[in-house]
């Protein structure tokens, strides 16, 4: 059948894996350093890979293709990843140790990264990782804009990542539950300066409003240079 999918540039790919991570089907795999499409029946077509892809390897084609098969999907994910929504492996649910990342490719700064996952949709709303942790709540933007993110941002900090406008939903009612359940001893909020950002920025207003804990926090806004606004 014809159909919309996505198509990988190889010479564009810089072998991040960013992608496989975010495609929640698992059609994406990384393969001698490059992100390959594996699977056509497990592809949506609906490009949630495509934000996350740094390099602009990732388009929508509308081509032959096999139909999508969500059952397929579904039932792989529970074959191979039985703990994590996102389709990461259950072992990946828990804090991790930070050092610096290789590739064949790349030598890149520390990762202040220490826990997995990081999308607010997809992290347990109670782990050990949110004991006495200051929270970071910031939009998928941020880190991309900002060149020093990880150090100026994330260093001694729990992250959770979101974007209002690409998600559609409200995540008020998750980072209340966080909040709430949790010893959560401090938030900050890092957004973009566009208007879309405002969501994230109210949900956690919301959060602290709605969990009845008075916690110290703070809004962080970036411009689209990266230069901090405020």
């Known amino acids: 059948m014809v159909r919309k999918i996505i198509k990988i540039e190889k010479e564009k790919c810089n072998g991040c894996g960013l992608c496989a991570g975010a495609c929640h089907e698992g059609a994406i795999e990384m393969i001698d350093g490059k992100a390959r499409l594996l699977r056509e029946d497990y592809c949506d077509g609906l490009g949630n890979c495509l934000p996350v892809c740094p390099t602009g390897a990732i388009t929508i084609e509308e081509r032959e293709a096999a139909e999508y098969d969500e059952k397929a999907v579904k039932q792989g994910a529970a074959e191979d990843h039985p703990s994590l929504p996102c389709g990461c492996p259950g072992s990946h649910a828990h804090e991790i140790e930070r050092g610096t990342a290789k590739s064949e490719h790349t030598i890149t700064a520390t990762s202040e990264l220490r826990q997995w996952p990081v999308q607010i949709k ?11 942790a200051n929270l970071l709540v910031a939009a998928d933007c941020a880190a991309y804009a900002h060149g020093n993110f990880h150090a100026g941002f994330m260093r001694n900090k729990i992250t959770v990542i979101g974007c209002p406008k690409l998600d559609d939903v ?7 539950e966080i909040i709430r359940k949790n010893n959560i001893k401090s938030v900050t909020v890092v957004r973009m300066e566009v208007p879309c950002c405002g969501g994230i920025e109210q949900a956690v207003i919301t959060a602290l409003k ?9 809004v962080v806004t970036l411009g689209t240079d990266g230069e901090v606004r405020e």
């Not at 709605?210 to 703070?218: A, D, M, Q």
């Open 122 to 132: 997809l992290v347990p709303v109670t782990a050990s990782y949110f004991e006495n």
């Open 170 to 176: 409200d995540y008020s009612g998750k980072l209340t």
């Open 210 to 218: 709605n969990s009845g804990k008075f916690l110290p926090w703070s």
